[in-house]
């Protein structure tokens, strides 16, 4: 069974830091795209970043520059650094991979998906 497990979330101040992993079980993944998304109460899912196989790396306009995405293939987890956090960052995250290479914006692209982590900034 293929799980996703994200971790890592919490409540932190304006300005603050929080480290998410999201680690994958029953498969690898080490030859296809893997994201994170978000969704604040009352919006729809929203794309936040994503990698390739390859390494190359993709965000949304609104985290770019404050957020890194990286990836450990060998312990098949990924993780996004949150740095200068905001309180319209305040949403649960979620991991989410695809049986392709490709990076894509779509939530409906891909296949698997982590329960999701909340995380909460203050101002």
């Known amino acids: 069974q293929v799980q996703l497990v994200e971790s890592g979330g919490g409540l932190v101040q304006a300005g603050g830091s929080l480290r998410l992993s999201c680690a994958a079980s029953?498969?690898?993944?080490?030859?296809?795209?893997m994201a994170w998304f978000r969704q604040a109460p009352g919006k729809e899912r929203e794309f936040v970043a994503g990698?390739?196989?390859?390494?190359?790396?993709y965000y949304a306009d609104s985290v770019r520059g404050r957020f890194t995405l990286s990836r450990d293939n060998a312990k098949n987890t990924v993780y996004l650094q949150m740095n200068s956090l905001k309180p319209e960052d305040t949403a649960v995250y979620y991991c989410a991979a695809r049986s392709s290479p490709a990076v894509v914006t779509k939530t409906a692209l891909y296949y698997y998906w982590g329960q999701g982590t909340q995380v909460t900034v203050s101002s």
């Open positions: 990698m390739n196989p390859y390494g190359d790396t």
């Open positions: 029953g498969r690898s993944f080490s030859t296809e795209a």
